[in-house]
Every structure is written in structure tokens, then in C-alpha cells.
């Protein structure tokens, strides 16, 4: 269990010239949230904007930016430093490409849109196939030729609405699909376009043109292969560019887009005719990193520790060991921590697992679940032809994000596994028993001397049977009630720290309340009377919980006490932990009766229902073996655990840095100055 990292409100102070040197160190070190300036400082410091310097760096991005677009992507090797934005745009007006590839482009958008035309043309064409003529008979100074591909309904519709119109000649060709040409006169096309598109109807004007099909098909084969021609010299001409440049272009593309980032930081100063400062949250364990690098490279600039304005909380930044930190999702996805809470993070990770394999309880049913996510882990990582149909791929696209998904896989295999352990202790494989054959092979041949009820039952703990089930009942029990103790336990310590002392009693009364109303319950489970002048002790328990009724109204007022019942039916929540293992080990024994069933009846018929049944219900089994522990799991722990201490609301920390991919850190090309 840990707390955020400790953050410290910081203010940058030093001489303005400066000022550019000192963000490109907070860049490359990422450890500063920059923050607007608080009122204390606007007093005494002034915002101003570098319009020159925003204008170069805007125009050559966006330059250069396009010139990325039109390019295509070539691989290339090494990165590049740009020690001043001075190198930076005169290395960025170096490259002087853009007519050229502009002149390129259009030549390309030119071609492959009259390759579109020849397309369209050729099918036009192959429609026209069966008039067996020179196609120019159609081009009419009196009439207007159209042409479609029309369903055999389609065409009897159209044949039947154009009776009114005697003028109209129709020409067909085909049974179904049929092509249609019509020869409409000029004074009925007004009353030819309603009628086709009453019908939702498709039919085309056929172009001006010379010569037979055949001949007509030839030429644009031809004119076809030209322009493709045509396109291939350009793509080789863009390649050959882009070999050139798209290395270089690459870099100061990277490096223009920190510079925009860097200038909106700049924005954000305050100034003096000499100095500059900004204000921002650093992690404490970043403080002496951040201090020793500007002193080294920036000996004007110093790095000053202020107070928060206004009891604002610092941002949050989580921190867990780095094979956990994925379950940081399910945190965020319940509610970032404000910065002075508990990270339930860790706690999240060694109880969901556990009660996400209880519930699922079966071996077989596990180790789907295990390879299932094994294999989306490695389908993430290396991407490749897949078995899954690609309607099933874009559904799960629209619910989660593959890096959703590999959380999702990560987070099930440690409960996975949990689930093979209990499958193989409550003996369930698919919802058969197995484990009763292997225990009998240790007894007869190795003398293992195991007891009797595991040759006979195979489990350590049946959950359908009467004992079972109040053992696991009981269990539920007692975890609700760890959990629930737990969690005001840790309120407690959320008030202290956020000096709420007061609340600190209505916490404590809730677990006198809690406690004293387990220990009653208990006594009766186990036939004992609550009688405090037959047993003292239970009178304690009672005692206990009356104290907690009186410790809540000090600590929470008497209105909390209408909150009563909770406390019972947070702790009982827990049973759903067996009600939805029993549920799933319900189906599969129903599912494998049923199979059972068919098989023994006989005949090759009841086979393939039973293997039908068994198959299909399996499937159902498993998907609901998926989805209800993992829901249910994280209910319990979100509802009935997280709400006795968890508050949430935080902002995230976010510094100031990014990704370099193509250009070196600036750090590396800085000198440090005496």
C-alpha cells in the first residue's frame, strides 16, 4: 500500500535571457507540471508573448508538415541535434523541395483522377458491349442516351412507367442483371429524371464517343496503361526525394513540434525588463535531479520551493512496482487518487485476481481464460494474419483500445491461475470431476494414504454439497468483514491525515458497529445465546456495537445513523462471491448431465446433440465465467471497499516532455556553463 509521490510547488527564476536555455532543460528532464503564474506573482511580473519567434516556428511546421504528408515514409537511421532554434529553422528553410514535390503531386492527383475516368469509362463501355456498332450513333443533338445495370424487376418497373413517354427508346441486353440503354428526346428529360428517381434508380449519360466497343476498350486499355506508367515515375521521383530528405525532415519536423510546445511555456512566464520565473509541480524525489542540472547548465537560473495558493492539491502521480503498475487502469477508471490519499493500486492487484479466481473455480475454465489472454499479449506484440473473424475484430475495436485489451489480459492471468489452484481444490474441470481417479492411482500404487472422502468425492471442499457451502459461506464472510475492517481502518488514517479528527470517531464507531454485529452473528451461527445475563461476552459485543452507534453520531452527525443497514450489507455483499461460483458450477453440472444423457442413449444422432450441448453450453459457460467474476470482483472491491476510505477527484500529473524519436536531447548538445 502506497501513498502518491510527494510533490513540491516550485517557482524558475532567472535572468531572461535565459529563458529559452531553461525550458529546454525542463523538456528533456519531463519532471515539471507547469502551472499559470499564482496572483502573488501577477503583482510584480508581466506576460508576454514572442510574436516573431511563435510566427517562424508556426510557418516552417506547417511547411514542413505538408512536405511529410506528400512524401512517403522511408526507413533511416541515426538521430539529429539542433543546439538553438536559430539552427533549427535555417536547417528547416534549407530544405527547398516544395515546388518541385508539389509540382508532383498535382501531376499525381492529375493522373490517378483521370485513371478514375477510365475506370468508369471502361465499365460504361462493357455495359455497351452487346450494340454491336460505332458507339458515336448514341451522341444525338435531339436525345440524351443514358445507361444502367438494372435488376430484372427493376427493368419491368421502368419498362411499365415509361409507357406514358412513346418518345423514349429502350434498348436491352441480359436476363438478370439487364443492361439498359434509353434514348431519351431533350423535351422529356425533365419527366425521365422523376421517373427514375421515384424508382431509385441508377443509370448514367453516356459521354460523347467514336468507334465500336471493342475499339473503344482497346484505346482506353491503352491510355490506361500510359497513365500508370505515368504514376510510377512519379512515385519513383517521390521516393527518390524522400530517400534524400525524409530523414532530415523527420528530425526538424520532431524538433519544430517541441519548439511550438516550448513556446506556449514561454507564454505562460512572467517577466521583468531582466528576469523571467514560472511556477510548477516537481516529485520531490525529482527536486535534486532538476536543481543539479540547471545550476550545471543555467548557473543564473535558480529553482525555489513555494507554497501552494489557496490549499490547492498537488497533481497526482502514482507510483508501484513496475509488474503492477498496469492495474493502475482500474484505479483510474474508479477515480484518480487526490495526492494526499492512499494508492489503492497495489491493493487492488492482490485482491482482484483472488476473488476473480474463487469465482471462477474451474480448472478448465481457467486455463481458456489463461491461454486466451497469453495469446492477445502476444497477438499485441507481434502482429500478424489472426484465425479471428474480422467482424469480431472491429467489435472488440469499438469497446476497447488494444493497449486496453493487453491491461485486460495482464489482469486476468494472475486469476487465472488462482482459478486453477481452486478448480483443482473445489475438484471442477469443465464441471467434471477428475480429481478422484488421480487420488485413488496415489493410494493403490503409491501408498499415499490419502483419506477416504478424496477417493470417493475427489474435492477438497465440494461447493454444491451442505458442508461445502457453509464453509465457503462462512469464508465470504470473513473476508467481507476483513475487507470492510480494512477499509475504515485506512479511513481513519485518510481523516488523520487530512485533519478531519473528528471523523476519525465515526470511522472507528462504524468498525465497533461492524465488529460488535459479526461477533453476534457468529454467536448465533454457533447456537450460543446473546443473552448478556446468560453470556457475558455477549453482552460485550453488544456493548461494542452500541459504542460504535454513539461514536458515529459524535463523529458524523446523527443523520449518518440512517446509514445503519449499510454496514450489514456491505459485509454480506461478499456472499456474491459464492453465489456466482455456484452459479457457474450449477450450469457446467447441468451442461454435462445433459451430454452424459445423450451419450448414453446411443445412436449417432443423440451423439451429435450431446457433443452440440456440451460444445455450445461450455462456450456460454466460459463467456459468463469471463465477464461476472471480473465485473462482480471489481464491484466489491470498488463499492464495498474503496467508499470506507477512498475519495478520489485527483488530476493526473502531467509534465512538461515528450517522445524523441528522430532528434537527440538538447542537453546532450549544450555546453555546461562557470
Do not use: C
Not at 457451502?469 to 475492517?485: D, M, N, Q, R
Amino acid at each position: 500500500m502506497l501513498k502518491p509521490a510527494r510533490m513540491q510547488r516550485v517557482a524558475v527564476v532567472g535572468l531572461r535571457d535565459q529563458r529559452q536555455r531553461v525550458v529546454s532543460l525542463m523538456y528533456d528532464l519531463g519532471v515539471v507540471q507547469v502551472e499559470p503564474l499564482s496572483k502573488s506573482a501577477f503583482s510584480v511580473l508581466r506576460s508576454e508573448t514572442d510574436a516573431p519567434s511563435n510566427r517562424e516556428v508556426s510557418e516552417e511546421l506547417l511547411r514542413i508538415r505538408s512536405l511529410m504528408t506528400a512524401l512517403p515514409p522511408t526507413p533511416f537511421e541515426g538521430k539529429r541535434g539542433f543546439s538553438s532554434q536559430a539552427e533549427l529553422i535555417e536547417t528547416s528553410r534549407s530544405i527547398k523541395i516544395d515546388a518541385e514535390v508539389s509540382q508532383l503531386k498535382q501531376d499525381q492527383d492529375r493522373l490517378n483522377s483521370r485513371l478514375d475516368e477510365i475506370k468508369s469509362r471502361t465499365e460504361l463501355v462493357n455495359g455497351l458491349k452487346f450494340i454491336n456498332a460505332d458507339l458515336s450513333v448514341l451522341d444525338l443533338e435531339s436525345a440524351a442516351t443514358f445507361f444502367g445495370t438494372l435488376k430484372v424487376e427493376a427493368f419491368a418497373e421502368l419498362t411499365k412507367s415509361l409507357l406514358q413517354l412513346n418518345e423514349v427508346m429502350l434498348y436491352s441486353s441480359g436476363t438478370d442483371p439487364v443492361n439498359v440503354v434509353a434514348v431519351v428526346p431533350r423535351n422529356a428529360l425533365e419527366q425521365f429524371g422523376a421517373i427514375i428517381q421515384k424508382a431509385d434508380l441508377r443509370m448514367q449519360r453516356v459521354p460523347p464517343m467514336k468507334g465500336t466497343p471493342s475499339e473503344i476498350l482497346s484505346n482506353l486499355e491503352a491510355e490506361k496503361k500510359e497513365t500508370e506508367l505515368g504514376l510510377q515515375k512519379i512515385a519513383e521521383q517521390l521516393h527518390s526525394l524522400s530517400e534524400k530528405y525524409y530523414g532530415i525532415i523527420s528530425s526538424v519536423e520532431e524538433q519544430l513540434s517541441i519548439e511550438a510546445r516550448k513556446l506556449e511555456v514561454l507564454n505562460s512566464m512572467g517577466f521583468t525588463d531582466n528576469a523571467f520565473a514560472l511556477e510548477g509541480w516537481v516529485p520531490v524525489k525529482s527536486l535534486p535531479g532538476l536543481r543539479d542540472v540547471i545550476g550545471r547548465y543555467s548557473p543564473s537560473t535558480n529553482v525555489l520551493d513555494i507554497e501552494s495558493e489557496d490549499g490547492e492539491l498537488p497533481p497526482t502521480l502514482l507510483e508501484n512496482p513496475k509488474r503492477l503498475r498496469f492495474f493502475e487502469s482500474f484505479i483510474r477508471f474508479y477515480s484518480l487518487p487526490e495526492s494526499n490519499e492512499f494508492d489503492p493500486t497495489i491493493l487492488f492487484a492482490f485482491t482482484f485476481p483472488i476473488f476473480f479466481g474463487l469465482m471462477l473455480g474451474d480448472v478448465g475454465y481457467s486455463l481458456v481464460i489463461l491461454g486466451v489472454s497469453i495469446w492477445i499479449l502476444r497477438r499485441l506484440k507481434h502482429r500478424g494474419r489472426t484465425i479471428v473473424p474480422a467482424g469480431l475484430r472491429r467489435f472488440a475495436r469499438n469497446i476497447f483500445k488494444p493497449a486496453q485489451f493487453g491491461k485486460l489480459a495482464r489482469a486476468m492471468i494472475p486469476g487465472a491461475i488462482i482459478g486453477i489452484f481452486f478448480g483443482v481444490f473445489f475438484n471442477e474441470y469443465f464441471g467434471f470431476h477428475i480429481n478422484q481417479y488421480f487420488f485413488s492411482y496415489l493410494n493403490t500404487n503409491l501408498h499415499a494414504n490419502l483419506p477416504s472422502y478424496l477417493i470417493t468425492n475427489g474435492a477438497f471442499l465440494d461447493p454444491i454439497s451442505s458442508r461445502g457451502l457453509k464453509t465457503i459461506l462462512l469464508f465470504s464472510g470473513y473476508v467481507g468483514t476483513f475487507e470492510v475492517s480494512l477499509g475504515l481502518i485506512m479511513g481513519m488514517f485518510a481523516k488523520y491525515w487530512a485533519g478531519e479528527k473528528r471523523h476519525i470517531f465515526g470511522k472507528l464507531g462504524w468498525l465497533f458497529v461492524a465488529w460488535g454485529i459479526v461477533l453476534v452473528g457468529l454467536t448465533v451461527l454457533h447456537h450460543g445465546t446473546v443473552d448478556p445475563e446468560v453470556n457475558p461476552i455477549a453482552g460485550v459485543y453488544i456493548g461494542l456495537a452500541i459504542a460504535g452507534i454513539a461514536l458515529i453520531a459524535y463523529g458524523e452527525g446523527a443523520q449518518a445513523l440512517i446509514e445503519l443497514p449499510s454496514i450489514v450489507s456491505h459485509i454480506l455483499s461478499y456472499t456474491r462471491l459464492v453465489g456466482i461460483l455456484l452459479a457457474s458450477v450449477a450450469l457446467a453440472l447441468v451442461i454435462d448431465n445433459l451430454f452424459m444423457g445423450d451419450i448414453d442413449t446411443g445412436g449417432v444422432l443423440y451423439t451429435v446433440i450431446g457433443v452440440a450441448i456440451l460444445a455450445g453450453g461450455q462456450l456460454f459457460n466460459i463467456v459468463l465465467s469471463l465477464f461476472e467474476p471480473g465485473i462482480q470482483g471489481a464491484r466489491l472491491i470498488y463499492v464495498e471497499f474503496f467508499s470506507k476510505f477512498y475519495h478520489g477527484g485527483g488530476r493526473a500529473f502531467s509534465p512538461f516532455k515528450g517522445r524523441r524519436t528522430h532528434t537527440t536531447s538538447e542537453i546532450q548538445t549544450m555546453e555546461p556553463t562557470k
